[in-house]
T-cell receptor, first 113, second 113 residues
Framework: DQQVKQNSPSLSVQEGRISILNCDYT??????FLWYKKYPAEGPTFLIS???IKDKNEDGRFTVFLNKSAKHLSLHIVPSQPGDSPVYFC????????????WGLGTSLAVNP | DVKVTQSSRYLVKRTGEKVFLECVQD?????MFWYRQDPGLGLRLIYF???????EKGDIPEGYSVSREKKERFSLILESASTNQTSMYLC????????????FGPGTRLTVL
């Protein structure tokens, strides 16, 4: 059973607009969340993270929002650029099991000119 | 910059062969991980290691074994390769601690005929 769910396998947005990628989780013990991006034929690259003690973390064009009561997080990319078109993976971990990330299935983003 | 290298980018083996996938990291990380990535299934953890000679099973360890004789090197072994082990294999490393990101290698695309 997927503990981390990315319900949209793909997303398409116009260049310059906001991209919003969503992630839901079921395990209330998760207390740290990460977003990775992955291009074909490359390993995933860390993008941004958020601790459960926060509800927002921002890094340049990327912002992650966490809603603990809804067990939901989202990644906002503003403005979207054509180079933002890899697959985005959401991952979560439980500090009590700090070595093991639980991964979503990924969302493929297409930014159209 | 952290560097995680994997011995091969592409590998073709025959059913029943013994296969070694090597991973080396240069940042003195305690933790190392082996994943496989398949379409529609995301990243699945095979094994991980949090110290030399230590290993723990991930979510799908069947058909695999690992070896960590030195801190910088983590090997994945397919004792008798089967066609359902055709996949993209990704190695990652990370520092000890609950909130440390994992750094990935470029991946090995293994095809078992």
């Amino acid at each position: 059973d997927q503990q981390v769910k990315q319900n949209s396998p793909s997303l398409s947005v116009q260049e310059g607009r906001i991209s919003i990628l969503n992630c839901d989780y079921t395990n209330s013990m998760f207390d740290y969340f990460l977003w990775y991006k992955k291009y074909p034929a490359e390993g995933p690259t860390f993008l941004i993270s958020i601790s459960s003690i926060k509800d927002k973390n921002e890094d340049g064009r990327f912002t992650v929002f966490l809603n603990k009561s809804a067990k939901h997080l989202s990644l906002h990319i503003v403005p979207s650029q054509p180079g933002d078109s890899p697959v985005y993976f959401c991952a979560a971990l439980n500090a009590g099991n700090n070595r093991k990330l639980i991964w979503g299935l990924g969302t493929s983003l297409a930014v159209n000119p | 910059d952290v560097k995680v290298t994997q011995s091969s980018r592409y590998l073709v083996k025959r059913t029943g062969e013994k296969v070694f996938l090597e991973c080396v990291q240069d940042m003195d990380h305690e933790n190392m991980f082996w994943y496989r990535q398949d379409p529609g299934l995301g990243l699945r953890l095979i094994y991980f290691s949090y110290d030399v000679k230590m290993k723990e099973k991930g979510d799908i360890p069947e058909g695999y074994s690992v070896s960590r004789e030195k801190k910088e090197r983590f090997s994945l072994i397919l004792e008798s390769a089967s066609t359902n082990q055709t996949s993209m294999y990704l190695c990652a490393s990370g520092e000890q601690g609950a909130q440390n990101e994992q750094f990935f290698g470029p991946g090995t695309r293994l095809t078992v005929l």
